[in-house]
């Protein structure tokens, strides 16, 4: 199939599992995850009207910016060593994966004149592989992270584990919303949380039937990574 015709079949089964979860298509993000994807592929999916961009790797986003200028919205979905945030913090529109305090002092430095959007980033799953803050830790780093001014915190984010089953994943999409549920109810931060990025190819539908209002999509947009 085609990425047109690719992104038409998610579009149509994210606004499936919306319904089932009492929301509407728009409430969702759909971000296509270009990684390895070269420019001329990456055109394709702007053309068709997806602008929001996920790359995992600083260096490979910093490549990619100039070549398509203005028009994509670039999301930072990998692990961010702290010393690549300069080279990133003025090309993204969100940083999805905010997992240490240290790296949270560095985007509040970085950030300058601008406040920017992250989310933290939840190991939803306690994976010894994964990043992310263990969730017993959640509303304690939240905590700290609201302090720093220059950060605008809009939720969370999680890589639920590689099953074959998307089933398998619903505990943990469930448990991600009643984190949020938490932080908020409990008053740690100074706003309301509003944002759940989770699900992938293998599992977005179950993610945005359990409350996902971004879902991160790559080989169902254009077929499998050719590494
Ligand atoms: C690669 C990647 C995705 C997309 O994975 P697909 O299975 O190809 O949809 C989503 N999120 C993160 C953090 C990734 O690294």
Redesign the pocket.
Known sequence: MSIGENVRDVKRRIAEAAVKSGRKSEDILL?G?T?TIDVERIRELLNIGVRDL?E?RPQELCEKYPVLGGEPQWHL??HLQTNKVKSIIDKVVLI??VDSLRLAEEINKRALQRVMDVLVEINIASEPTKHGIQPEFALDFIQQVQELSNINLKGL?C?APNVDDPEKNRYYFKKMRELLIDINCGHVHNKDLTELSMG???D?ETAVEEGATIV???????G??RY
Request: glycine letters at 16%; charged letters at 10%.
């Open positions: 971000v995850v990684k996920g995992n979905i990998g999805h994966s984010m890589v992938m190819t293998n977005y991160r999509v790559g080989t169902g947009i254009f499998s990574r």
